[in-house]
Structures are given as C-alpha cells and as structure tokens.
C-alpha cells in the first residue's frame, strides 16, 4: 500500500462514486461518510509515514503516459503538499456528514466524491500535463454543485467561476507548453515532470513572460484582486457544502501552485515582480475588508473576509524567505479550518431561518448559546487573535514580509484591524441585545450532526494556535529545500540580494536532506 498510497487517495474516491450510482437513496448518507472516512483515514497515514527530516518528495510514483513528449504519471509529496491533501480529505468527510436534507442527495454526494479525486490529483501531481488535467476537472464539479444546488442566480454564478477560472487555466497550460519546449532547448529531451524543470535556469526575460503567463492561471484561482469578482457570486449563490470546500480547498490550488511553480521555476521574475504583487495583496486586504463591512448578508462577509485572509497568504508566499513562505502554507491550512467553519456556521442557521440577512437575527445568544459561543471562537480565529490557528500563519506571513518592505507589512497589518471591526460589528448584529424578531425565540441550538461536523474544527482552532510544531515542522524542511533552489537558480544579484541563504537552525528544527 505504501508504494500506491497517493494513487489509492486518488482514485479511491472515483471509484467509490461510480459505484455511489449503485447504491440506494435511503443508504447513500452512510456510504459517501464511510467512503469519506476511509479517504480520511488513508491520509492521516500518509502523516504518519511521513519523514518530516526528508525535505524532497516522498511516497513517489511514476507511469509513462507519452514518453516521446516525456509525459509521465507522476506523484510526489512533501512537506508543502502533505497537510492540505489531508486538509481535502477532512473538509470532504466533515462536508458529506454535515449535510442536510437536500435535492437528489444521491448526485451530491457523487459529485463530491468526484470532487475529492480531482482535489488530490493536483496536490500529489508532479508533472505539469497531469496537473493541469485535474486542475481543470476540479472546476466540473463545482460548476454542477453550483449550478444544480445554488441560489436564484446559480447559473449566472456557476457560469461566471467556470469562464474566469477555465480563462487563466488556458494561459497558464500555454506558459506549461513554452517551459517544456524551452526544456527541449537546453537538454534535446521533452519533459513536463516539475522536478525537471527545477534545474532548468531561464534567462531573466524569458522569466517574466512565463512568470506573468502561470500567474494569470494562479491569481484568478485564488482570486487575486481585480480577478476575483466571481467568487462572492459563487459563495453567495453556492450551497453550504459548495462554499465550503471552495473556501476551505480549492482556492488553495491557487497559493499552492505559486509555490510548486512560480517561486522556484522563475526566482528572477518572482523577485521582479515582488513589490507589484504585494500591493496587489495590500489592496484584498484592505479594500475587501472595507467591502465586507459594508454587508447586509452574513455569507457575503465571510466571503469577502475569505478574499481578505488570501492575501495574507500570498504576502507570505511572496517574501522569499522560510519565515514567510512555511507562515503562508500554514496560513492555507488555517484560512481552510477557520473559513470552513465559518461557512458551516452561515449554512446551520440558515438551515433553521432560510435567510442569510444580519438585520433578521439578534440576540442568538440568548436562544443558541452553543451555537454562539463555537461562532465567537471561529470569528475570535478569523481575526488573528493568538492562540487560535490563525494567528500562527498571519505572524509568520508578516514576519518575513517585513524583512522586504517594513512600511508594506506595516500596511497590511491594518488586515487585522480591518477584520476586527466588520467581524465583531456582524457577531453584535446578530448575538448580542434584544431578540426583535419573533421566529428567532424558539430556534433549535446545534444538534448533534452539527457538533460532529465543528467540535473537530474548533479542536483543530486551538489545538494548533497552541501547539502548531506537528505542522511546522514538515512544512519548514521543505520549504528550506525551495528557499536554497531559488537562491541558487538565481541569475541576478538583486534576487540573490532577495532571496538570502538560510540561517542554519532558523525557523526549522530538522535537518534538512533530500531530493533537493
């Protein structure tokens, strides 16, 4: 099992919906959570055989597919990777457990499983051409959990998060098609395999057309601002399960793949294009913040916010240092537990009231005090408050950005106050003074379902604002590796000037050794 243990993550899931077809509607409940368990189960293994001392790939495997054009079935995961495979397959187990009656439940959950397949093939592909493909059929899924399950403009919605996220992934397979071709150059051999593509070293000006081409595919994925108009469409007219797993998921492809491609296949362009980034990172910050504020529905704030914290994640990513990077990777994970939630938590008193408008509830907490004291804790997250999960990431994030730009950092600090006003101004609108409307006074607290579904993520919202070593600690070995890669590619003094050798000792605990 160990030498298949990624494809098995991957094709498990697709198996078991195919066979989902089979499987009677009164019975499909339990067979998509025991699936779903099984998957979950698969990759906690997947930790535990895990050498966090290996800062390369482990568990790899490799299938020729068109050798001639050196593509090739490859898997391959390291610290970088490990925690947000895992990350899919929980928020998919949590997802098909918390799920609530709901039309044609038997082609939700089908579609879920399907979901879940594509979701670890990007993060376990290790060449570009395999990448690509489930990156693309992840976006098959969530079009039909959208556009079948949605909201009254569900089809506007699902349209538009389908032609602005298949619209950069097209860009970005051309930059894929010209880094294979300029690999052919340098070596008179064809290869997608990303690892190759690591020790191939560009001059600076092919760089930043690469650079700008994989980084359209990326931005929109994320989304970066001024690409991410389609995603409050999609949160907004999205079931509960559907946002979800596209706040707690699929907008990682996005920060993920900046990491996997962009910082070590184009180190010059990256440190080029630092500063223009960053500011673009400052303005979600801030301007999605102020625009969270300015909402009247519940949902749409925890979208924005979503939006908000992602930008966090790519200040981080783009600080090239070991500080900046493994905060945002850890950020990832702490952005999908706490926006997980938070989407869990709309989805539950929406489910009792059909409403998502803040002016229709107040004074929850004296009716639902469970349901409003795991609320303020995942809000207490979501702002950065220390000891929650969130904070960890945040600090790590501005730690190294602040080593580039100490007025930038300083900047996107204001993220913290920003979220601290519109999240505490929607917790008083809707827990606090008197209950003004009648429906609100006898409305159920959590059930059981919802406490198996949050108890978990409240645990993980603790656990790791405490203790966060059990993560870190994988996560910086292999970033150390991409940190050491990017210096060493560099051709320009300026990025080498950027992206400094790493200090023995510093951030990491383990050695490290490895494919890199």
Same mark, same amino acid.
């Given at each position: 099992?160990?030498?298949?243990?990624?494809?098995?993550?991957?094709?498990?899931?697709?198996?078991?919906?195919?066979?989902?077809?089979?499987?009677?509607?009164?019975?499909?409940?339990?067979?998509?959570?025991?699936?779903?368990?099984?998957?979950?189960?698969?990759?906690?293994?997947?930790?535990?055989?895990?050498?966090?001392?290996?800062?390369?790939?482990?568990?790899?495997?490799?299938?020729?597919?068109?050798?001639?054009?050196?593509?090739?079935?490859?898997?391959?995961?390291?610290?970088?990777?490990?925690?947000?495979?895992?990350?899919?397959?929980?928020?998919?187990?949590?997802?098909?457990?918390?799920?609530?009656?709901?039309?044609?439940?038997?082609?939700?959950?089908?579609?879920?499983?399907?979901?879940? &397949?594509?979701?670890?093939?990007?993060?376990?592909?290790?060449?570009?051409?395999?990448?690509?493909?489930?990156?693309?059929?992840?976006?098959?899924?969530?079009?039909?959990? %959208?556009?079948?399950?949605?909201?009254?403009?569900?089809?506007?919605?699902?349209?538009?998060? !389908?032609?602005?996220?298949?619209?950069?992934?097209?860009?970005?397979?051309?930059?894929?098609?010209?880094?294979?071709?300029?690999?052919?150059?340098?070596?008179?051999?064809?290869?997608?395999?990303?690892?190759?593509?690591?020790?191939?070293?560009?001059?600076?000006?092919?760089?930043?057309?690469?650079?700008?081409? !994989?980084?359209?595919?990326?931005?929109?994925?994320?989304?970066?601002?001024?690409?991410?108009?389609?995603?409050?469409?999609?949160?907004?007219?999205?079931?509960?399960?559907?946002? +979800?797993?596209?706040?707690?998921?699929?907008?990682?492809?996005?920060?993920?793949?900046? %990491?996997?491609?962009?910082?070590?296949?184009?180190?010059?362009?990256?440190?080029?294009?630092?500063?223009?980034?960053?500011?673009?990172?400052?303005?979600?910050?801030?301007?999605?913040? &102020?625009?969270?504020?300015?909402?009247?529905?519940?949902?749409?704030?925890? =979208?924005?916010?979503?939006?908000?914290?992602?930008? +966090?994640?790519?200040?981080?990513?783009?600080?090239?240092?070991?500080?900046?990077?493994?905060?945002?990777? !850890?950020? &990832?994970?702490?952005?999908?537990?706490?926006?997980?939630?938070?989407?869990?938590? /709309?989805? /539950?008193?929406?489910?009792?009231?059909?409403?998502?408008?803040?002016?229709?509830?107040?004074?929850?907490?004296?009716?639902?005090?469970?349901?409003?004291?795991?609320?303020?804790?995942?809000?207490?997250?979501?702002?950065?408050?220390?000891?929650?999960?969130?904070?960890?990431?945040?600090?790590?994030?501005?730690?190294?950005?602040?080593?580039?730009?100490?007025?930038?950092?300083?900047?996107?600090?204001?993220?913290?106050?920003?979220?601290?006003?519109?999240?505490?101004?929607?917790?008083?609108?809707?827990?606090?003074? $008197?209950?003004?409307?009648?429906?609100?006074?006898?409305?159920?607290?959590?059930?059981?379902? $919802?406490?198996?579904?949050?108890?978990?993520?409240?645990?993980?919202?603790?656990?790791?604002?405490?203790?966060?070593?059990?993560?870190?600690?994988?996560?910086?070995?292999? /970033?150390?590796?991409?940190?050491?890669?990017?210096?060493?590619?560099?051709?320009?003094?300026?990025?080498?000037?950027?992206?400094?050798?790493?200090?023995?000792?510093?951030? =990491?605990?383990?050695?490290? $050794?490895?494919?890199?």
């Amino acid at each position: 099992m160990l030498d298949h243990i990624l494809s098995i993550l991957i094709f498990f899931p697709a198996f078991a919906a195919v066979l989902g077809f089979m499987i009677d509607k009164n019975s499909i409940r339990a067979y998509g959570v025991a699936v779903s368990t099984i998957e979950f189960v698969l990759s906690l293994y997947l930790w535990y055989a895990f050498d966090s001392n290996v800062s390369g790939m482990q568990f790899m495997e490799q299938l020729p597919l068109v050798p001639s054009f050196g593509i090739n079935y490859t898997l391959g995961v390291d610290g970088i990777s490990l925690f947000i495979l895992i990350l899919a397959a929980f928020f998919t187990m949590v997802g098909i457990a918390s799920l609530t009656e709901t039309k044609n439940e038997k082609n939700m959950i089908v579609t879920l499983l399907f979901l879940q &397949m594509t979701m670890m093939g990007v993060f376990s592909a290790l060449d570009a051409i395999v990448f690509y493909v489930f990156w693309e059929l992840s976006l098959v899924p969530m079009l039909y959990i %959208i556009g079948a399950w949605g909201g009254p403009l569900r089809i506007y919605a699902s349209v538009k998060f !389908f032609l602005y996220t298949f619209a950069g992934s097209l860009v970005m397979l051309v930059g894929m098609l010209f880094m294979a071709f300029f690999y052919y150059q340098a070596t008179g051999e064809w290869s997608f395999a990303i690892l190759d593509w690591y020790r191939l070293i560009l001059p600076e000006n092919i760089q930043l057309w690469l650079f700008a081409a !994989f980084f359209m595919g990326f931005a929109i994925k994320v989304p970066m601002f001024p690409f991410h108009t389609w995603l409050p469409y999609a949160h907004g007219q999205a079931p509960t399960i559907g946002s +979800v797993i596209l706040a707690a998921i699929l907008l990682k492809m996005g920060t993920y793949a900046f %990491i996997r491609f962009s910082l070590p296949l184009f180190p010059d362009a990256s440190v080029y294009f630092m500063y223009p980034v960053a500011i673009l990172s400052i303005i979600m910050i801030v301007y999605t913040g &102020m625009i969270a504020y300015a909402q009247k529905d519940v949902k749409q704030v925890v =979208a924005y916010s979503s939006v908000s914290h992602m930008g +966090v994640i790519i200040l981080g990513t783009f600080a090239m240092n070991v500080e900046g990077i493994s905060g945002s990777i !850890f950020l &990832m994970i702490a952005h999908g537990v706490v926006s997980g939630a938070l989407f869990l938590l /709309v989805g /539950v008193i929406y489910d009792r009231r059909h409403t998502k408008m803040m002016d229709q509830f107040g004074g929850l907490a004296h009716v639902m005090p469970r349901y409003a004291t795991i609320f303020g804790v995942m809000l207490m997250a979501s702002v950065g408050m220390p000891l929650t999960i969130n904070f960890v990431g945040e600090f790590l994030s501005l730690l190294g950005f602040y080593q580039q730009s100490h007025l930038l950092t300083i900047l996107a600090g204001t993220a913290i106050v920003v979220g601290a006003i519109y999240m505490l101004a929607a917790y008083k609108k809707m827990f606090f003074g $008197e209950i003004t409307v009648e429906e609100n006074r006898n409305l159920p607290d959590v059930n059981k379902r $919802e406490l198996v579904a949050l108890v978990p993520l409240l645990a993980l919202t603790i656990w790791l604002g405490i203790y966060p070593k059990p993560v870190l600690e994988p996560i910086n070995s292999s /970033v150390e590796s991409v940190v050491q890669l990017m210096h060493d590619k560099s051709i320009t003094q300026e990025a080498k000037s950027k992206i400094p050798d790493l200090i023995k000792g510093e951030m =990491a605990s383990t050695t490290s $050794e490895g494919a890199h």
